[in-house]
């Protein structure tokens, strides 16, 4: 048995090239024998039974080489000259997706997509990954666990903090193993670069949009490295001057209610972190960041008139100004320590810590009446999580444990100078979860073709909940939550079948006691009973050249869906609230195209297919929903990127809810200058001004229905300078997906 190894860089740069492809192969007739793929650092290590032979390294865009072996060689690092001859093809072509059994890693340095702007716009590219508005979603799986460089992302926001030319690539996991919490379905990681050189870098950028209003956001970011000490911060300030009309439509037995409303607002943030990382050498590693968030005291006002009409009565209108102040206060730390005993073997340990605050005050006002409300929420996290990686038996053994306490509280009062006349009352809640897991999950490839991977996790949840000091339950659950997934690949298919049990927890919000008023006659709270849903589920996904399939199969039992009910038998007054049915399954098929087209052109086309099989109350709500998306980028000479993105869905359940058909046309352009240092990017969102927020419910003998004209014609322009590009190198990872559920 001989063993090579050694590092692949770029001759000019000795930038490691993640993902060259090295094969040991006969000396006779070429056969390969052996067959490996570099990792981030550009380290590849090569198994053979036979000692003579030739080593083949190769990568797109560069000269191959060949090196004679004989018996166990350490080749050292590898140097590999580009191919001008390709140059013009690199930079597209490099953008190419690397399938595994758990789903797909799409490299982004060096190519169209780190020239996109931030990570959001890069996560728009992404096979299988869906971003509207701020929400960011995998198709067929929901909304991911997001990580950056290991770190659980705690807010989408972050996502306009990461600068696309500082991503190395993004894997999305679309069968997430027994290392991950059940309630988790799907998983990104975003990784950036290496640092380079020493020294202080860092960027600077600001952007400007218009809607109907301007709103700005702005961000500095340093990093300071020094052998092997990281030091990095960072501040993002955000404010966005909002304006829309909406509409709201009830229909119940003998009311009708119109509500027409013009929203207005500002909401403000600011962001910071502060963190450290240190490689003593290429065993131990230790870090920890800390981040806040700031958002001040947040006016919000809907003017409202409201119309209500009794059959066989005259109908009459009422107008209310209703004043809505938030403010926000988070501070979150992560710490980690990570210990290598060999290039296989690894040890790592995180901690989480949370601490989140919410003021809520609302005061609603009529020409007569008035109502006051304050909520005070806070939120607390301690998390810790032990990893321990392996080889074992031809293959990877990952086994952990991890646990977390986790408490919400909720105080909901109606003000004393209320003369408004309501059902309401004040409430207080008091929710903890106390969650203990052990996991272990064995990789194994057979082959170079066949890979298999399996698991279990187990998971003791003790779960209290308190309501107004008295109503004390407690529920404990203990629960085992099997995986498994088989894989094939050779040099164009890429095909895998996975199985995963798991649960999902409701998030706190849903769980609250109290019960808020949106009009005298529309009401929206929480289900305090709420129970977890369990989810079997059963995925196929195929890979053949351009084209990616991924087929799922999901099987509820507690499912959470959203419902309009009477309140408290009530009957002028309905309640928005979350209930479980017994048995709810769906159906997703998704399939993505895309090729590259005249070496500058990528477009992407997706085609998702939602079906789902549920009956609430004896009604059926089945009727299919299917979403295509195009996404066009152009590369064109002396740094320009052109882009257009088409956006249509037909009109289908979602749960309940029938989501009216949309369809919307996004724009852009970047211009990079002094060698891609700074970048400039205007774009246009919903040129045609038709994507609004357009739905309808009919459950429970309640007809409602909503439109929106939020998402209106919006103009950005963008700026960013980077200097000396120093990024930092943080490894940290959250220690739980408990995070989500604030």
Known sequence: MAQVHGFVKEKDSSTSLEYANIAFVAPDDSTIIAYAVADYTGYFKLNTSQTEGKVKISFLGYKSQEIVVNGNSDL??????????MLGEVTVKANRIVRTAKGLTVNVNNTVLGKLGDAKDVLKHIPFVMVKNDDVSVLGKGEPLIYINNR????????????????????????PGAEYEASVNAVIKIYTSRPVGEGLGGYISEGIQSERNISHNGAVSLNYRKGGLDVFGNINYNRYKYEYNQENFEKYSALEIEDTVVIKGVSKSLDSSLGFNYQKDDKLSFGMEYKNVYAPTNPGNIASELTVRKISLRKYSEKSNDDRNQSRKRHYVNGYVNYNFSEETSIQLNVDYLNLRKNDTQEYITHEDAMFTNTDNDNKLYAGKLKFVTPIAGGTLNTGLEGSYSQNDNDYKILENTTLDNELSNSQNTAKTGLFSAFVEYERAFGKRWSMSAGGRFEHEDFKYIQNEEDDTRTINNAFFPSASIAYKDDDINMSLSYRYTTIRPIYFMLRSAIAMNNPYSYEGGTPDLKNTQRNMLSFTLGWKDLQLNVGYRMLTNGIIYVHDMYQGSDSITLFHTVNVKNYDYLKATAVYSPTLFNVWQPSLTVDVYKQFLTYKGKKYNKPYVELTLENTVDLPNSFILGADIYWNNEGNNDLQVDCSHFSLDAYCIKTFFNDKLRVKLAVENIFNNYQDDWYEN???????????????TFSLSVKYTFNPAKKKYKGEAASSELNRF
């Open 699 to 713: 459950s429970n003998g309640i007809y409602y229905k909503k439109w929106s004209d939020r998402s209106k014609r």
């Open 152 to 175: 659980k992302l705690l807010d989408n926001d972050e996502l306009k903090q990461i600068q696309s030319s500082d991503i190395k690539k993004i894997e999305v996991i679309t069968n």
């Open 76 to 85: 050292g690092i590898i140097y590999l000259l580009k191919d001008e001859n």
